[in-house]
């Protein structure tokens, strides 16, 4: 059956390339989109049902094992309070409810954990305070203020930007070898919890630690994957849009869209421009991005994977259609190349390096923000190949499973959080009415949490 799923897709890829090629994409019509609006709320429903049976207050749900998964000491909640605003915007009422009695009644930071300073903000702290600007519920605001409290011990360096880790009672706080993905991704979250309360703290912290990756930008305007937070020195001048360094790029256009702070939007533009003079490699299957040392531009390696297919995203959302097309390209032949995206692949040799796919939002992501720069068909039927392979090939008796190989279809005991809070929201908004996410008014942190914009910058 999965031979003749694979065959069929293949045929679908065939026809719809032969078509954007010719410039002529068929129409994706209302009723087409709005059976995919209700084909990914019952996605939500399935996943939810599942960790409710079998992983209720942990962390996450095991799948395959019908087990609970925990990733400190004590649950932080993380699928509740990732998926509640999802369920929000899909109009699911009774499930966020009960994601939302669950935080209330049993969230709680002091307790013993050291925690990861960047996977707490992006999806805990960045939840909560969704949580409070959609529901309204004074209590999100003083677990979002309680955990921030916690964690601001991290900033307490020389150069402001954090250590990865922090314990929550005790303040104590290692590992000094970050990176600025990790670093720059906190800016919205703390930034954002500060126009809230009106405490500047959190802002000034956050500001303080992106502006400083910025500051030890290499002469060609580009950043490594590793720094040391206490001397300033780069520990790894490799640079690339991947892991360690995307979210980076991605907050800094962010955060002067939020804040219109132009002190974020330079920056972007600096490094945005630097991005595509020495990492864009234009192939026949589109543009993909090399590795490079931030010295010299010198390529270094040929990987791209799906972390990297934010980019393309993040172009059209900055107002360069153009090369997002290209890279949407790119990502869209590593998808169909595989059956689905593998997690690390060299494009210059065609060959997998990593062949799992763990239900990331990072390619679906890209067609969402491409379609609403463009209205183009072409990105909705994008979405719905990869919407449909992730339904087909991911979903279990109990949930959603990530695959350990995307040639085999064997699948992984992993259902991550961000699979709600990103990958179906993402899939939904593709679909649903320009109005159901009005992104003059909101702008997603990288987990895909809606934040609340006062005004949006030109």
Known sequence: MKL??????????????????????????????ADMCVKIKAAAQHGWQGYKQYAWEADDL?????????????????????????????????EANEAKEL???????????????????????AGLITAYEMDGNSKFLVLA??????????????????????????????DSLNNPAEIGSLMMEFGQLSKITGNKKYYNAAKKAILSVYSKRSKLDLV????????????????HISGCIDSYYECLYKSWLLFGDQHFKTAFNKHNAAIKKWLIDKTDNGWFL???????????????????????????????????KHIQEANMH???????????????T???????????????????????????????????????DILAHCKTETAFAGLKDVRTFELVNSMESFFFAETLKYAYLVFAPATAADMQKIVFNTEAHPFKIETVKK
């Open 4 to 33: 003749v799923f694979v065959f069929l897709s293949f045929c679908l890829l065939a026809v719809q390339s032969l078509t954007f090629s010719q410039g002529k994409v068929a129409k994706f019509t209302d009723e087409m989109k």
């Open 62 to 94: 095991k799948p395959l094992t019908k087990t609970s998964g925990l990733w400190y000491k004590h649950s932080m909640l993380m699928t509740a309070v990732d998926a509640f605003d999802t369920f929000l915007m899909l109009g699911l009422t009774k």
């Open 103 to 125: 935080i209330l009644s049993k969230l709680s930071f002091d307790v013993d954990n050291e925690v990861q300073v960047f996977e707490v903000t992006i999806r805990i702290l």
């Open 145 to 174: 203020t309680d955990l921030a409290d916690r964690m601001m011990p991290a900033f307490n360096t020389s150069t402001g930007m954090p250590y990865r880790y922090v314990h929550l009672q005790t303040e104590k706080v290692r």
């Open 224 to 239: 490594g994957e590793q720094i040391n937070v206490m001397n300033g020195k780069w520990v790894s001048t490799q640079t």
């Open 290 to 324: 090399r590795h490079a040392d931030m010295y010299t531009g010198k390529e270094t390696a040929t990987t791209y994977g799906a972390l990297d297919a934010f980019y393309a995203g993040l172009c059209a959302y900055a107002g360069d259609v153009e090369t997002a």
């Open 334 to 348: 590593m998808w169909v190349r595989f059956n689905l995206e593998p997690e690390k692949y060299n494009y210059r």
């Open 350 to 388: 065609d060959s997998i390096i990593n062949a799992y796919y763990i239900l990331r939002p990072e390619n679906i992501e890209s067609c969402f923000y491409l379609f609403r720069a463009t209205d183009h068909y072409e990105y909705l039927w994008m979405a719905k190949l990869m919407t449909d």
